[in-house]
C-alpha cells in the first residue's frame, strides 16, 4: 500500500463513520447538521474547548502509544485499560508517601513508578504469548478487568482516604507537587509530555536499529529467528513499552488532572486509545493530531447533553462507528475491492515483482547489532 492510500484508507472510513452517525441521529430524532456543528463548537469552538480537547488528548496520545507500540511487533494489545490505572494508583501512592524533598523529585518518582508498574502489567502479556502462547489480544483485555478491580479494591479498601466519603480515594497529593502548566497553552504539562514521547517514539522506530529489528520481528519471527533476534525478548519488551507509556498517561490524569488515584481513572481512556492508534496506522506522528480529535468528540459530549437533551454517551456511538469502518476499510483494501478503489482514486498498482535476494553478512550483522 502506497503513501497515498495510507492517507485515503483513514479518511475515506472517517467520512463514512461520519454518515453513518449523521443517519444514526436522524432516525434518532435529531438534526444531524445541528448535532455536527456543536460537536465541532464544544470540541475546536472556542479557547475554552481547546484547552479542554487538549487536556483529554493528553492521556490518549499515550495511550494510542500503548497500541501503536506492540503493533509494529505484529501484536494486537488492546489493555492499555489495565495498565493506566494501576499506573495511576502507583502515582497515587507515591505522590502521597513516597519522596517529598522538592516537587521536581516527587513529581519524578510518579512518574517512573508508573511507568514501571505499566510495563511489568503489560509485559505480563508478552510473556504469556511468548511462554505460553496465549494470544495477547485476549490476555491484555482480561488483565484490564483485573487491573480495575484492583483500583477498586485499594482505594475503596486499604488505601482510602476518610475524607472521601461519596468518592473513595487515595489521600490527595500536596498542590505543590501537582503538574504545572505547559508554556504557552492554558494545559498541564502531560500534553507536553505525550507530544514528546510520541516523537521520540516515531524516532526511535524510524531512525534506529532497534526500530528495524521490531519490525522484522513483527513482519516475520521465522525470519528474525534465523538473522539471530530472540523473538521472545522483543515481544516482552515491545508490550512492556507500551504498558510503560500507558502507565505514564494514569500518572498524568493523577499528577495533573484529580490529585488522587480514584474511579475517576476509569474514564475509557484506554481503550479510546485503541481508536486512535488504528486511526493512526501506527504511526507516533499521526497518533497526535488524531488524538486531538477524538479528545475533542469527547470534550464535545456534554454540549450535546446540554443544548439537545441528547445522552452524553452519543459521542461513544461515533467513535464506535469510526472504528469498525477503520477495521473494515483495512478489510476491503486487502481484498479485490482494493483495485477498484485504485482506479476510483487514480492509483497505479505496483506491479513490480520483488526480487529474492540472499542475506549478506552485512545484513545479519545489521540485525544483530538489534540484539
Known amino acids: 500500500m502506497n503513501s497515498l492510500e495510507r492517507i485515503l484508507v483513514p479518511f475515506g472510513a472517517v467520512a463514512l463513520a461520519v454518515l453513518l452517525f449523521a443517519l444514526f441521529v436522524a432516525l434518532a430524532g435529531y438534526p444531524p447538521l445541528d448535532v455536527f456543528a456543536l460537536l465541532y463548537k464544544g470540541a475546536f469552538g472556542s479557547s475554552f474547548s481547546w484547552n479542554n480537547s487538549l487536556q483529554r488528548a493528553a492521556p490518549l496520545i499515550l495511550t494510542g502509544l500503548a497500541v501503536a507500540i506492540p503493533a509494529r511487533a505484529g501484536l494486537v494489545i488492546i489493555g492499555g485499560e489495565?495498565?493506566?490505572?494501576l499506573g495511576g494508583l502507583a502515582a497515587g501512592i507515591i505522590g502521597v508517601w513516597?519522596?517529598?524533598?522538592?516537587?521536581l523529585i516527587s513529581q519524578i518518582c510518579m512518574m517512573l513508578g508508573a511507568v514501571v508498574v505499566g510495563a511489568v502489567w503489560m509485559g505480563l502479556c508478552g510473556w504469556m504469548r511468548h511462554a505460553r502462547g496465549i494470544n495477547e489480544t485476549i490476555s491484555s483485555l482480561l488483565m484490564a478487568y483485573i487491573g480495575i478491580a484492583l483500583l477498586n479494591h485499594f482505594v475503596e479498601g486499604p488505601l482510602k482516604d476518610p475524607n472521601s466519603l461519596n468518592k473513595p480515594s487515595t489521600p490527595p497529593i500536596p498542590e505543590v507537587n501537582m503538574l504545572g502548566l505547559t508554556p504557552g497553552f492554558d494545559v498541564h504539562m502531560g500534553l507536553?509530555?505525550?507530544?514528546?514521547?510520541?516523537?521520540?517514539?516515531w524516532a526511535v522506530l524510524r531512525f534506529t536499529t532497534l526500530g528495524f529489528a521490531l519490525k522484522i520481528?513483527?513482519?516475520?519471527?521465522?525470519?528474525?529467528?534465523?538473522?539471530?533476534?530472540?523473538?521472545?525478548?522483543?515481544?516482552?519488551?515491545s508490550c512492556a513499552a507500551g504498558g510503560a507509556a500507558a502507565g505514564l498517561s494514569g500518572a498524568i490524569e493523577v499528577a495533573a488532572v484529580h490529585g488522587a488515584a480514584n474511579?475517576?481513572?476509569i474514564s475509557g481512556y484506554?481503550?479510546?486509545?485503541?481508536?486512535?492508534a488504528f486511526m493512526a496506522r501506527q504511526n507516533p506522528l499521526a497518533i497526535?493530531?488524531?488524538?486531538?480529535?477524538?479528545?475533542?468528540?469527547g470534550a464535545a459530549g456534554g454540549m450535546l447533553q446540554r443544548r439537545l437533551d441528547m445522552p452524553d454517551a452519543t459521542v461513544i456511538v461515533l467513535q464506535g462507528m469510526a472504528f469498525i469502518a477503520i477495521l473494515a476499510s483495512e478489510a476491503v483494501m486487502g481484498s479485490p475491492w482494493r483495485r477498484i478503489a485504485q482506479r476510483i482514486w487514480g492509483i497505479e498498482p505496483n506491479t513490480t515483482p520483488i526480487a529474492r535476494?540472499?542475506?549478506?553478512?552485512?545484513?545479519?550483522?545489521?540485525?544483530?547489532?538489534?540484539?
Open 98 to 103: 513516597g519522596p517529598t524533598h522538592t516537587p
Open 192 to 201: 507536553l509530555i505525550g507530544v514528546v514521547m510520541a516523537v521520540i517514539v
Open 270 to 276: 484506554g481503550n479510546a486509545g485503541i481508536l486512535i
Open 217 to 237: 520481528v513483527g513482519g516475520n519471527p521465522r525470519a528474525a529467528q534465523l538473522a539471530g533476534l530472540r523473538v521472545g525478548r522483543w515481544i516482552i519488551g
Open 82 to 85: 489495565g495498565a493506566m490505572v
Open 263 to 265: 474511579a475517576s481513572l
Open 357 to 371: 535476494a540472499p542475506v549478506t553478512v552485512e545484513a545479519k550483522s545489521t540485525l544483530l547489532e538489534a540484539v
Open 288 to 297: 497526535i493530531p488524531v488524538a486531538i480529535l477524538i479528545g475533542g468528540i
